[in-house]
Every structure is written in C-alpha cells, then in structure tokens.
C-alpha cells in the first residue's frame, strides 16, 4: 500500500460512508471507513495517515475536525458538510478542514482535492520507513527501468530516467486510457452525443489535458513521448 494514499474516511452515516469509500478505492486509494468521532480518534492515533474525509452533519463535523486538527497539524482534510454558505464555509476552514465541500460533491471532485494534499504532505510526514524483507533489508525504491512507469496507482507518472510526475484525476484518466488503447493511440474526442457542440467540447479538454501534460513535464526538463496525430488524435511513442 502507498502511505500518501492511505486515507480515513468518516461517515456516521452507512451509506454515505460505503459509497465514498469504495468509490475512493477504485480510484486507487486506500480508504479505512470510521463510523463514529471516538472510534476516528482511536484510528488515527493508531496509524496515522496523511488524508482524511469526513462527513457528517454541519456541527458534529467541525467539532471532528477540530479535534483532528488539534492532534495533527499536517494531515490534509477534506471536510463535507452544509458548507451552503460562505459562513459555514469560512468556520470549516478556521477548525482546520483544507477543502469544504457540500454533500452533493462527486467522488471525482473529493479525489482531485486528495490528490493536491498530497503533493503537499511533508515526505517525513507521509511516508512509513519501507518494511523490511525476511532477511531484513528494506525493499528497493521505484528504479528507473528504461521505460515509462504507472505508480501510486497511476497518479504518479515515472519517466525512464527516474523523474517523478503527479497526475491530475483528467490527466490520469487521459494517460490510462492513451497507453491501454490499441497501438497507443487514440482519437481526440469521444463520439459526439445528441448535442452536436459535445465533440468540439471534448475535443478541447482533451487539447488542453495535453498541453498542461507538456508542460508540467518541460518544467522538470522532461521529454513527453506523446505525440500529436494530425487531424485524428494522440499517440504515446514511448515504452510502458
């Protein structure tokens, strides 16, 4: 498991709380479900994680959060409650919640948010030393291998040279489903649906995916093996 995407999630609700975490595990995250603020105290305290989302109603959530927040001034919260207004908002965030978001919040949403706590975890802070093996080293870290690497459960892309890239959740999904398509290569757009604008729409979400993939790898002096197919799509050139 990647500590820095181990995270709790409490819900004293069953539903809400099952939902968000098997939609959070099949996005590649760890989640340890909690029901209640005694037995979320208890967890953390036992092994503490990087991450937290927390739902519950408006006041019993900012007094978790508070009680969290005392505990642990690193831990990147994501709090969702009846953050209708700006009030409400604004007290979340002053007990120590990082992201405030009202119930109706996709998944998808709370995930992009994770995933920029992350990139700001302290590495001491986030990472368990390496377990070691039977005869008591400790396992290697990510070598580079000569080719393109998926880790963290693809939020992280590795070049052939060892240079680590943290993926946004479009970025993700645009490079899984590039590198899983047949011969690397894929169209620029889905297929339009009724509305006849939707295809120039994805078409441009996926331009602009790209671009910002360019040039995140240009800032770390990184050559992206994904290249423009002329009026047809992309194509990944590199090994994976």
């Not at 909690?34 to 503490?48: I, P, T, W």
């Not at 991450?51 to 994501?78: H, K, N, P, W, Y």
């Not at 953050?83 to 919640?97: Q, V």
């Not at 000569?146 to 970025?171: H, I, N, V, Y």
Request: a neutral charge; hydrophobic letters at 40%.
């Amino acid at each position: 498991m990647n500590d820095l995407l181990d995270l709790i999630v409490f819900a004293p609700d069953a539903d809400q709380r099952v939902r968000r975490s098997d939609e959070l595990a099949e996005m590649g995250f760890s989640p340890r479900p909690c029901e209640d603020s005694n037995g979320l105290f208890r967890l953390f305290q036992a092994r503490r994680t990087p991450l937290l989302v927390m739902q519950a109603e408006f006041s019993d959530l900012c007094m978790a959060v508070a009680g969290l927040r005392a505990m642990d001034t690193t831990a990147g919260i994501v709090a969702i409650s009846a953050f209708d207004t700006p009030e409400n908002r604004i007290l979340g965030l002053h007990c120590g919640a990082d992201a405030c978001f009202s119930p109706d919040v996709a998944t998808s949403e709370i995930a992009a948010a994770l995933q920029a706590l992350v990139r700001r975890v302290p590495t001491a802070v986030g990472r368990r030393p390496p377990e070691p093996d039977s005869r008591g080293a400790a396992p290697a870290a990510a070598e580079p291998t000569g080719k393109w690497q998926f880790l963290d459960a693809a939020w992280t892309l590795l070049s052939p040279q060892g240079t680590r890239l943290s993926l946004t959740q479009a970025e993700r999904e645009f490079l899984l489903k590039l590198t899983a398509s047949p011969d690397k290569r894929m169209p620029r757009s889905d297929p339009p649906g009724i509305d006849p604008n939707s295809g120039r729409e994805s078409v441009r979400r996926t331009d602009v995916v790209v671009s910002r993939l360019r040039r995140k790898a240009q800032d770390v002096n990184v050559e992206l093996p994904i290249r423009t197919v002329w009026g047809w799509g992309y194509a990944f050139t590199g090994e994976i």
